[in-house]
């Protein structure tokens, strides 16, 4: 079982990135999958989720109207849509999945990690 993170990059503030995460041995349709981030000297927060079996989402103050979450299930690959970056947004992300198809802004109910992706918003 792999979850693997992409997407991530350089960008100056107000740029958009997209970051996909890709699962392999197992069919994310009945996952919750949370995108979260983790600053240096900063704790680890929920940015994004989505609860694929209702489906639902969740966004962070931060997130809300800047960040978009969606699932493709044909691609077995969740999505964040990063729009107006600000260099607070600075960070490595990371995905995760619980089973039993909840989110929680609590990373340890996820099941799943994927490795990170770098996320530099330049001012």
């Known amino acids: 079982v792999q979850l693997q993170a992409s997407g991530g990059g350089l960008v100056q503030a107000g740029g958009s990135l997209r970051l996909s995460c890709a699962a392999s041995?197992?069919?994310?349709?009945?996952?919750?999958i949370g995108w979260f981030r983790q600053a240096p000297g900063k704790e680890r927060e929920a940015i994004s989720c989505?609860?694929?079996?209702?489906?639902?989402?969740y966004y962070a103050d931060s997130a809300k109207g800047r960040f978009t979450i969606s699932s493709d299930n044909a691609k077995n690959t969740v999505y964040l849509q990063m729009n107006s970056l600000q260099p607070e947004d600075t960070a490595v992300y990371s995905c995760?999945?619980?089973?039993?198809?909840?989110?929680?802004?609590?990373?340890?109910?996820?099941?799943?990690w994927g490795q990170g992706t770098q996320v530099t918003v330049s001012s």
């Open positions: 989505i609860a694929n079996s209702n489906p639902t989402t």
């Open positions: 041995a197992f069919s994310l349709d009945h996952y919750g």
């Open positions: 995760v999945a619980d089973t039993r198809g909840f989110y929680s802004t609590d990373p340890l109910t996820y099941d799943y």
